[in-house]
T-cell receptor, first 112, second 113 residues
Framework: EAQVTQNPRYLITVTGKKLTVTCSQN?????MSWYRQDPGLGLRQIYY???????DKGDVPEGYKVSRKEKRNFPLILESPSPNQTSLYFC???????????FGPGTRLTVL | AQTVTQSQPEMSVQEAETVTLSCTYD???????LFWYKQPPSRQMILVIR??????QNATENRFSVNFQKAAKSFSLKISDSQLGDTAMYFC??????????FGTGTRLLVSP
């Protein structure tokens, strides 16, 4: 089944404890992206990647890191999480020729 | 700045009726893509329909259709024969390439029996 997977789906952590949210797609898509969703704000882009080893900042990159060492994986790293990073996070991927992004199931992160 | 505005925070409709969700956007680009995504209570983001700005014909997917007015920068979603499973948050979004998908703040749709 063609899909984007994220792990974990739910995470509660404490301020300052480094964490990684994994994202993987099995559709051989070149483009991948991370978004966060907050009430009343819609979805906002954190980082995106056009291909392996090519990443760039979105609208809200502060406090986040990403890497793209393999085409299928695009992990989101929070080096020192803070409570304002409590949010619902989505990973998405797209083939370059379609300009259409397909989303993973989301990761609910709570930082205490 | 590129923005998307959904002016209806909440809407309700009865089963089998038709409902239209509004969306306006602002961009100086001429080529772009428009989308409606559905987010049910499961929180999954599901693509409902897409429209290429260079196409004049309005996109249709089963019970879902759009009214795309390029000059007015308007992109409304019509849901015909509403079903209980259509209850969800609906997001309008557009992009001009791969740099960014810009989302509106969403419209919560409730379909009642």
């Amino acid at each position: 089944e063609a899909q984007v997977t994220q792990n974990p789906r739910y995470l509660i952590t404490v301020t300052g404890k480094k964490l990684t949210v994994t994202c993987s797609q099995n559709m051989n898509h070149e483009y991948m992206s991370w978004y966060r969703q907050d009430p009343g704000l819609g979805l906002r882009q954190i980082y995106y990647s056009m291909n392996v080893e090519v990443t760039d900042k979105g609208d809200v990159p502060e406090g986040y890191k990403v890497s793209r060492k393999e085409k299928r994986n695009f992990p989101l790293i929070l080096e020192s999480p803070s409570p304002n990073q409590t949010s619902l996070y989505f990973c998405a991927s797209s083939p370059l020729e379609l300009f259409t992004q397909y989303f993973g199931p989301g990761t609910r992160l709570t930082v205490l | 700045a590129q923005t998307v505005t959904q002016s209806q925070p909440e809407m309700s409709v009865q089963e089998a009726e038709t409902v239209t969700l509004s969306c306006t956007y602002d961009t100086s680009e001429n080529n772009y893509y428009l989308f409606w995504y559905k987010q049910p209570p499961s929180r999954q983001m599901i693509l409902v329909i897409r429209q290429e700005a260079y196409k004049q014909q309005n996109a249709t997917e089963n019970r879902f259709s759009v009214n795309f007015q390029k000059a007015a920068k308007s992109f409304s979603l019509k849901i015909s024969d509403s079903q209980l499973g259509d209850t969800a948050m609906y997001f309008c979004a557009f992009n001009t390439g791969f740099q960014k998908l810009v989302f509106g703040t969403g419209t919560r749709l409730l379909v009642s029996p």
